[in-house]
């Protein structure tokens, strides 16, 4: 009775294995034929991040105090990448949708997608209740990721899911990737060694049109520093980061000489990119992803130490050959954002009021009021915190009150060659204020823009006292993550975190470096999403990477890596994991994003072929052992 019970348990459980294997559609492709739904794919990963195309455009901020007043702002790197997405991604969905109509059954749903279709919702959501709707829409100032190329990130990878099948579409988009990285190695090459490709004459006969054409033009980075395409060296890393780790996986897995040889010199190249463009978010990023990738491939790692050891020992010496040519600049960079103490300011405060102008000095409180007689003449009047009225001299050639209390030694009062404005100096830096605007209020001239504007001291959390941590990210990080609990559900908009940043915080901008600066981003990737479309958002983005990442782990921690598709998905997967840890200090680019996306659809595709693999061996284990 027990073994017929036995057997008949051994029968259900083959129905079973077989009926889900039957659901996972199982189909063979005639791997000769050629897939050309890959081109889109091709122009993802090889093409956008190269677009470099001037632009002078008008950037509609002159309205803003803090904003300089002008209507005409450079671009190379972004306007024209930002189109190119929009029009790739419309492509892209409109090849979606013939196939829907043609074969509706052929495209493929699976649960991973809700949340970032809850995300999709969620950004045009904060795009249509944002007060920044039109920035949305167009793209801002320095960014230029609007609305349009965030859903185009989710339409890429809904794509690259759909349309990766076979060995041969794998072995593409290995290709892709290494043709990518080899171009990219040569401009930063290029860039290091001081002659640069992209202000050479070939290259300004490329970018620029021929009426803004000027010799000998250069970009705003010292001689020898390497930014590839990318608009700021800081994405130097962040691509590195996602690529460099695919590749030591394919130099690792893939037995084709070529494809080693390739890999290991689009390795170098990345390498020697990353250091010259002094970024060290690559090179954190490749570290930790590197632990992951010997969680999952250790065995193969001790089986083919004849690919390891080369490859770790050229990163090795690559990293102490270049950080010794510059001087143990990465070394001293380290130390500095990581091991720096807590900043000490004398002025800590600054703001305007009603009623005055106020400044914490050494921890002590001083207030200044300004009165403009009717003859043009003008009393200054500072006290302090219990409202007593401080001591103070006065120095006819410099036209100057000296304040003489102890408290506040090194601040003087004076007035300005404009009729109605002050000055407040300390130690030397000068803070101009007026309160003759109309109002009776207190404004600060900003000397950067002529403009005036209120001054006040930005809300500050987490990082308070530490701002120089992760090479003053701790400022922006410290006033950016107060903004957060008034976009929980929705957020300002994309595209808007210049408009809600406090960029009137001009003490604390001036104390930490970022005097004169508009901060257009907030170097990570997690909080520019909060802000811009919202807490909710952000959590249905984490989720929908989580998921990825949960099924990549269960799949692949048991290194069943017999098949180009689960040696592709599992470098896709190392890189992905080390885009993500870049995005803590990084944000989301125009440049950089739209290869991390396209690589996750093909990523999530990729996992959906090795489980049906290792589901149909379950099969074939089970009726083999009936």
């Not at 050959?321 to 807590?342: C, E, G, P, R, S």
Request: glycine fraction near 6%; charge should be positive.
């Amino acid at each position: 009775m027990g073994q017929s019970q036995q057997k008949k348990d051994q029968k259900n459980k083959v129905r079973n294995v077989q009926r889900t294997s039957s659901k996972t559609n199982i189909t063979k492709y005639d791997e000769s034929s050629k897939n050309y739904f890959l081109i889109p794919m091709l122009f993802i990963i090889v093409m956008i991040p190269l677009i470099t195309r001037l632009l002078i455009y008008d950037p509609k901020m002159s309205q803003y105090p803090w904003f300089p007043n002008t209507t005409e702002q450079f671009d190379l790197f972004l306007y024209y990448k930002h189109w190119f997405i929009i029009i790739t991604a419309v492509i892209m969905i409109v090849i979606i949708t013939i196939k829907a109509i043609c074969n509706h059954k052929s495209l493929k749903m699976i649960p991973i997608f809700i949340p970032l279709i809850v995300y999709a919702v969620l950004t045009i959501g904060s795009t249509i209740f944002s007060k920044y709707a039109n920035y949305s829409i167009t793209g801002s100032f320095e960014q230029f990721e609007s609305v349009f190329v965030l859903i185009g990130y989710c339409i890429i990878t809904f794509y690259s899911y759909q349309f990766v099948k076979t060995e041969k579409d794998m072995k593409n988009i290995i290709y892709f990737i290494i043709v990518a990285v080899l171009i990219m190695s040569f401009i930063g090459l290029t860039q290091l060694v001081g002659h640069d490709i992209i202000t050479s004459k070939f290259g300004t006969q490329l970018i620029v049109p021929s009426n803004y054409r000027i010799s000998g033009w250069n970009m705003n980075f010292e001689k020898g520093r390497v930014y590839l395409s990318l608009y700021n060296p800081n994405y130097v890393g962040v691509y590195a980061a996602l690529m460099v780790p695919i590749l030591i996986v394919v130099a690792l897995f893939i037995k084709e000489i070529k494809i080693i040889i390739l890999s290991l010199v689009g390795i170098i190249g990345l390498v020697v990119a990353m250091i010259g463009s002094k970024s060290l978010t690559g090179f954190i990023c490749i570290i930790v992803s590197l632990l992951f990738m010997i969680l999952f491939i250790w065995r193969y790692l001790i089986k083919r130490l004849y690919i390891t050891l080369p490859i770790f020992i050229l990163i090795i010496i690559s990293i102490f050959v270049l950080n010794n040519v510059t001087d143990n600049y990465m070394w001293n960079k380290i130390k500095y954002a990581v091991f720096n103490n807590k900043n000490t300011y004398n002025v800590t405060s600054m703001e305007t009021n009603d009623n005055n102008v106020s400044l914490t000095y050494k921890g002590n409180k001083l207030y200044v009021e300004y009165i403009l007689n009717n003859n043009q003449t003008a009393n200054i009047i500072p006290y302090d915190a219990n409202e007593q009225q401080l001591e103070c001299s006065y120095d006819e050639g410099s036209n100057e009150l000296i304040v003489t209390d102890t408290r506040f030694s090194g601040i003087t009062i004076g007035t300005g060659t404009t009729a109605g404005v002050f000055y407040i100096n300390v130690n030397g830096k000068k803070y101009n204020f007026t309160n003759t605007l109309g109002d009776g209020t207190y404004y600060y001239l900003n000397e950067n823009t002529g403009k005036y504007d209120k001054m006040i001291n930005a809300p500050s959390a987490l990082f308070t006292g530490y701002e120089t941590f992760a090479s003053g990210r701790g400022y922006i990080w410290s006033r950016t993550i107060p903004l957060i609990k008034d976009y929980i559900f929705l957020g300002s908009g994309p595209d808007t975190y210049t408009l809600v940043f406090p960029q009137n915080d001009y003490l604390n901008l001036q104390n930490n470096g970022y005097g004169g600066s508009i901060m257009t981003k907030p170097h990570s990737l997690y909080l520019q999403i909060a802000v811009q479309t919202g807490v909710l958002s952000l959590i249905a983005f984490l989720v929908f990477y989580g998921m990825y990442f949960i099924s990549s782990i269960c799949l692949y921690i048991k290194g069943r890596f017999d098949t180009l598709h689960s040696k592709l998905g599992v470098a896709i997967f190392v890189g992905t994991i080390s885009y993500m840890i870049a995005g803590i200090t990084n944000d989301s680019c125009v440049a950089t994003a739209p290869v991390f996306w396209c690589l996750i659809g093909i990523g999530i595709a990729v996992n959906q072929k090795v489980k049906s693999m290792i589901l149909q061996e379950k099969v074939n284990y089970v009726n083999k052992n009936k």
